[in-house]
């Protein structure tokens, strides 16, 4: 998967940036896009490597807690609720 973005399609400098054609990725996998949408909030001074880290974990755990819920719900695995 990739994006290209436009000559000047920037919302902020329209008609300006990005000065030409600008192909981003290409990403193989979802993992490898995830992790490049991490480092770029450490790449553009948002976040220090360690809250990119500590993110990724937090994200990791949510994803895996919502896999296992609607996975429960989709076999009919889910009792009523207390």
Request: proline content about 6%.
């Amino acid at each position: 998967m990739s994006v290209t973005v436009r000559r000047g399609a920037s919302v902020i400098e329209p008609g300006v940036t990005p000065r030409a054609d600008l192909v981003l990725g290409p990403w193989r996998t979802w993992t490898v896009w995830a992790q490049d949408c991490a480092q770029s909030r450490m790449w553009a001074g948002v976040h220090f490597r360690a809250a990119v880290t500590a993110g990724a974990a937090l994200g990791t755990q949510i994803g895996d807690s919502v896999y296992t819920f609607v996975g429960q719900h989709i076999r009919g695995a889910v009792g009523p609720l207390p």
